[in-house]
């Protein structure tokens, strides 16, 4: 009977994770599993024999949840944009004013410099430099409120931002230069993982922790995108307005409007993603089943025309960054596919795709790798190539066990799992390139 237990208890929590199915219609499915179960046991079938069979008559997980959207449209529906009710409503609404509470916090944060005489037109580099910290910690307090996060964590993740702060205004970085410029762009990655500690509730080594923070990260996203193409729109609605009477909003816009929104939206995001992840299925994976094929056909046609024309990378900054993101979303694609894939299903067509994707990606951070050599046989250092030589390398290996695991999945000679396990451990890495870029760099190369 435990065995038993043990087994429907697993079955709960895995059919949890499918965002189509919320908590009524896991409990709804388990006592129909029950019933399954009760019946072929009282048939004369052993527990484990029963629970198999009964699972394999209720169907895929897949077919579940579409019968779930048809027969439920028009609650799921109401979901994406009703509050909730009953009893838990008093907690939504509690929740949804603690969002608004520090959404207004974010926003308030990024117009406080002016008050100590650093505007916007000639502090640019200072707004760029701490532009992560004026919102990260805000949606840092937010997921310590929401997982009741404890205090001695707390502790340590207000320790992180503090010391990113201090790295971010304490050195004296040249206006504009290179170590102030990978600043801007390293510090929202090191604190990025600040976040990641307190969304998993502090408890950062649980795999399935991790890849929770990965699906959000990518919802968040598209969550923001869309929430920015609603303000753009806004915005030109509000300048066409005023304008029509000859009265300039421009102050307001450029001043208010754009960077409190752009604050906010962080935060209201983040609330959405939340609230409406038990409703519908994460867009996220979705869209990696769309851009997977297109990103390996942008691939092979890059790599055959460097073969055809044999033309090597010319490389500069705006390049480097150019590749290390296109390397980025590679890797991305890879982890939000097997976010939503079943590790216990066998290899298909897509993963075939997916492991040409990787394979792709490899040759060309070799090549982005040789050139970045070179350039620094010919040039010598500077604080640009060690960073983007830095970011290749860590990019190659995790590309060549993404690569190794891969293969050995589709040869049947190893699991999915191996797979997930390896993606995971490099977001910490990521985190620690990212804050050495900040800490070390900068006194390394004079502040240049």
């Given at each position: 009977?435990?065995?038993?237990?043990?087994?429907?208890?697993?079955?709960?929590?895995?059919?949890?994770?499918?965002?189509?199915?919320?908590?009524?219609?896991?409990?709804?499915?388990?006592?129909?599993?029950?019933?399954?179960?009760?019946?072929?046991?009282?048939?004369?079938?052993?527990?484990?024999?029963?629970?198999?069979?009964?699972?394999?008559?209720?169907?895929?997980?897949?077919?579940?949840?579409?019968?779930?959207?048809?027969?439920?449209?028009?609650?799921?529906?109401?979901?994406?944009?009703?509050?909730?009710?009953?009893?838990?409503?008093?907690?939504?609404?509690?929740?949804?004013?603690?969002?608004?509470?520090?959404?207004?916090?974010?926003?308030?944060?990024?117009?406080?410099?002016?008050?100590?005489?650093?505007?916007?037109?000639?502090?640019?580099?200072?707004?760029?430099?701490?532009?992560?910290?004026?919102?990260?910690?805000?949606?840092?307090?937010?997921?310590?409120?929401?997982?009741?996060?404890?205090?001695?964590?707390?502790?340590?993740?207000?320790?992180?931002?503090?010391?990113?702060?201090?790295?971010?205004?304490?050195?004296?970085?040249?206006?504009?230069?290179?170590?102030?410029?990978?600043?801007?762009?390293?510090?929202?990655?090191?604190?990025?993982?600040?976040?990641?500690?307190?969304?998993?509730?502090?408890?950062?080594?649980?795999?399935?922790?991790?890849?929770?923070?990965?699906?959000?990260?990518?919802?968040?996203?598209?969550?923001?995108?869309?929430?920015?193409?609603?303000?753009?729109?806004?915005?030109?609605?509000?300048?066409?307005?005023?304008?029509?009477?000859?009265?300039?909003?421009?102050?307001?816009?450029?001043?208010?409007?754009?960077?409190?929104?752009?604050?906010?939206?962080?935060?209201?995001?983040?609330?959405?993603?939340?609230?409406?992840?038990?409703?519908?299925?994460?867009?996220?994976?979705?869209?990696?089943?769309?851009?997977?094929?297109?990103?390996?056909?942008?691939?092979?046609?890059?790599?055959?025309?460097?073969?055809?024309?044999?033309?090597?990378?010319?490389?500069?900054?705006?390049?480097?960054?150019?590749?290390?993101?296109?390397?980025?979303?590679?890797?991305?694609l890879v982890l939000y596919a097997a976010s939503a894939r079943d590790e216990h299903a066998p290899p298909g067509l897509f993963d075939a795709l997916q492991f040409i994707l990787v394979v792709s990606a490899l040759l060309v951070?070799?090549?982005?790798?040789?050139?970045?050599?070179?350039?620094?046989?010919?040039?010598?250092?500077?604080?640009?190539?060690?960073?983007?030589?830095g970011e290749n390398l860590i990019l190659l290996a995790n590309l060549v066990g993404t690569a190794w695991c891969y293969g050995r999945f589709l040869r049947h000679r190893g699991s999915f799992a191996e797979l997930e396990r390896?993606?995971?451990?490099?977001?910490?890495?990521?985190?620690?390139?990212?804050?050495?870029?900040?800490?070390?760099?900068?006194?390394?190369?004079?502040?240049?």
């Amino acid at each position: 009977m435990n065995t038993l237990e043990e087994q429907i208890a697993h079955w709960r929590e895995y059919v949890r994770r499918h965002r189509t199915i919320g908590s009524r219609d896991v409990a709804e499915l388990e006592d129909h599993l029950r019933d399954q179960v009760g019946e072929l046991t009282g048939a004369g079938l052993a527990g484990d024999e029963a629970f198999l069979i009964a699972v394999k008559r209720m169907g895929s997980l897949d077919s579940l949840s579409l019968e779930f959207a048809r027969e439920h449209s028009d609650r799921l529906w109401k979901q994406l944009v009703m509050p909730a009710e009953g009893e838990h409503a008093g907690a939504s609404r509690f929740e949804l004013f603690v969002v608004v509470i520090l959404a207004l916090v974010a926003a308030i944060a990024i117009k406080t410099p002016p008050l100590f005489g650093h505007d916007f037109d000639n502090h640019e580099g200072f707004y760029g430099r701490n532009l992560g910290l004026f919102v990260l910690p805000v949606l840092t307090v937010y997921f310590a409120w929401k997982r009741q996060l404890g205090m001695i964590t707390g502790g340590w993740l207000l320790l992180g931002f503090v010391a990113a702060g201090l790295f971010a205004n304490a050195y004296p970085f040249a206006p504009h230069g290179d170590t102030e410029v990978l600043a801007l762009l390293h510090l929202p990655i090191a604190c990025w993982l600040l976040v990641g500690v307190a969304y998993v509730g502090g408890g950062w080594f649980a795999s399935n922790g991790r890849m929770n923070f990965v699906r959000f990260t990518g919802e968040l996203f598209i969550y923001y995108v869309l929430i920015a193409l609603g303000g753009i729109v806004l915005t030109a609605i509000t300048v066409m307005m005023f304008e029509s009477v000859h009265v300039s909003p421009e102050w307001f816009v450029r001043g208010w409007m754009v960077p409190c929104g752009a604050m906010a939206a962080v935060i209201v995001g983040a609330w959405l993603v939340e609230a409406k992840k038990s409703v519908i299925e994460n867009m996220a994976p979705v869209l990696t089943r769309l851009f997977t094929p297109l990103f390996t056909l942008v691939l092979l046609a890059f790599l055959a025309t460097m073969l055809f024309t044999g033309h090597a990378i010319d490389m500069d900054r705006n390049l480097l960054i150019g590749f290390d993101l296109l390397l980025a979303l590679v890797v991305g694609l890879v982890l939000y596919a097997a976010s939503a894939r079943d590790e216990h299903a066998p290899p298909g067509l897509f993963d075939a795709l997916q492991f040409i994707l990787v394979v792709s990606a490899l040759l060309v951070d070799l090549l982005a790798l040789a050139a970045i050599v070179s350039r620094i046989s010919e040039f010598g250092f500077t604080p640009n190539r060690v960073a983007a030589l830095g970011e290749n390398l860590i990019l190659l290996a995790n590309l060549v066990g993404t690569a190794w695991c891969y293969g050995r999945f589709l040869r049947h000679r190893g699991s999915f799992a191996e797979l997930e396990r390896w993606q995971i451990a490099f977001l910490p890495i990521y985190s620690g390139w990212a804050a050495l870029v900040v800490a070390v760099f900068p006194p390394l190369f004079k502040f240049a």
